[in-house]
């Protein structure tokens, strides 16, 4: 009877040490989550051997998710369904996920490596002090083009995409701020304009390109250029950059009324259960070397200004790619225009696209 009594015993301390160290692995604070950090990043965004080396590094293991726009990365957080550590919106987002509460502030200590960023990108109006967001690559949105395709034809105005020449060649960036960005241009207007009627004017007008357009796509833009199947994309300008490298009859121009400027920064998003392994995993992307290896990859313009150093001069002079400030100037960046007027955006662009083939 006492065997079985300290059988039972044994048996019962057992499962209660069994049961414990299982409850600690799957709690926020415990071994899985402090080993682990889930990235939400843009898609075709990353060089995936830093990823590699990062584990190696620090013995954390990502699980990385991609996205396509703003808008999906954020109604993803906002669902919360998923505990996104690190995430990568574009200014007018986190000033929205700032608004809503969304953000935690960083830690500026355990991110040494802020110091490798050019000032000109710190501080900006949508988050000052960089409280909440730290910078990871930057850009504009404009025209690629294929020289040899288009026999000499050149695109200086957002209007010239609207030649009855390009009937069914035009692939464009599936974004609503991009598209409605670009239909305003065109018009004069401003890309973060909120009148009402001039957003009815831009959508008619962009209705009048649909005989022109070929696909309204995301990362398969790149393919159709390099690969020749189109002659004409309005795209994000590190898309513009990469495809270049690939088929050298491709130009890239910012048309003349204007454009968009954006930044891609690095945020922690609330429901982070790693803010230890986010912060480590952001101070390691903007490492120099880390930093240029990644641009190098991705083909973006990197804020980066350790990682310029270490990056051929025919890159970072190239003012396509890295326009001066004096560039930049005359181009906007999206302003957080509100739930109703950004919902407003999406309503106008959808109602365009789904009458798009
Ligand atoms: N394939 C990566 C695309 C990232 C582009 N971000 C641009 C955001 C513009 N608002």
Redesign the pocket.
Known sequence: MKKLIQLFVTVFLVSFVLMFIVHRLNTSEGLTSGNTITVFN????IDPDLIKRFEKETGIKVIYETFDS?EAMLTKIEQGGVSYDVAVP?EYTIEKMIQEDLLIKLDHSKIPNLSNIDPRFMDMDFDPGNQYSVPY?W?TVGIVYNKKMLDGMTFESWNDLWDKRLKNQIVLVD?A??VMGFGLNSLNYSLNDTNKAHLLEAKKKLEKLQPNIKAIVG?EIKMLMVNEEAPVAVV?S??AAEIMWENENLDYVVPKEGS?L?F?NFVIPKTAKNVEGAHKFINFMLDAEVAAQNTEYVG?ATPNKAAMALLPEETVKDERFYPSPEKTARLEV?KNLGKRMLAYYNELYLEFKMHTK
């Open positions: 843009w898609g075709d965004y703003n574009s690559f850009g974004g701020r991009e990362d994000w590190g898309d968009n954006w891609d973006y999206y």
